[in-house]
Structure formats: C-alpha cells, structure tokens
C-alpha cells in the first residue's frame, strides 16, 4: 500500500523560501508520476507541478520560474522548492502519486505566505 507524508510547511513572509519534502512508501513509487496540488480556502484542489519517473516536469503558469519540483528515487521522496513566495500562494500543500490504476493523496501541509 502506497502511503505518502508530507513536510516543510509553515509561516513565511512574502518573497521568501520552503522547500516541501514528500516522503513514499510501496512498490510504485519509481516508476510513479508524482506532484504538488494545492487548495486555498474555498477554492478548488489545483495543479502545482508534476515530475514523472524519467524526470520530466509540468509547472502551472502561476508557479513557473518561482518553484522546482525534483525526486530522488532512491530515497522514494519528491520535493518542491519554492521561491519568491506570493501571499496568493497560501494554501494547503498536497503530494500526489499516480502509477498504473494507484492515485494517492498524502494528508497535506500548510504554507502560509505573509503580506
């Protein structure tokens, strides 16, 4: 059973740094697609960035240039380096896993961005 667990939320002024760490565990998890979704309060579940097993990555526009997703296999962990951090970018942070009929969700972190 694949389980994931998200870190590194917290409080941050506006232009500052996080970096969330999502840690897997199961057997998919190599040759999953894994990403960063995001849910501000009243507002839809949204796409962060995606990286897939072979290192491949999709960004929302809101997020380019601003925030890097990266994995480590070998520690079965995914990552979101964000930057320049916006007030707009307060939300809770979620890590997803997607492998042949598998979509995992992990409970969430809170990113708070400060004006």
């Known amino acids: 059973q694949v389980q994931l667990v998200e870190s590194g939320g917290g409080l941050v002024q506006a232009g500052g740094s996080l970096r969330l760490s999502c840690a897997a565990s199961g057997i998919f998890v190599s040759i999953a697609t894994m990403g960063w979704y995001r849910q501000a309060p009243g507002k839809q579940r949204e796409l962060v960035a995606t990286?897939?097993?072979?290192?491949?990555?999709n960004y929302a526009d809101s997020v380019k240039a601003r925030f890097t997703i990266s994995r480590d296999n070998r520690e079965k962990s995914v990552f979101l380096q964000m930057s320049s951090l916006k007030p707009e970018d307060t939300a809770v942070y979620y890590c997803?896993?997607?492998?042949?009929?598998?979509?995992?969700w992990g409970r969430g972190t809170q990113v708070t961005v400060s004006s």
């Open positions: 990286i897939t097993s072979g290192g491949s990555t």
């Open positions: 997803n896993l997607r492998a042949y009929s598998e979509n995992v």
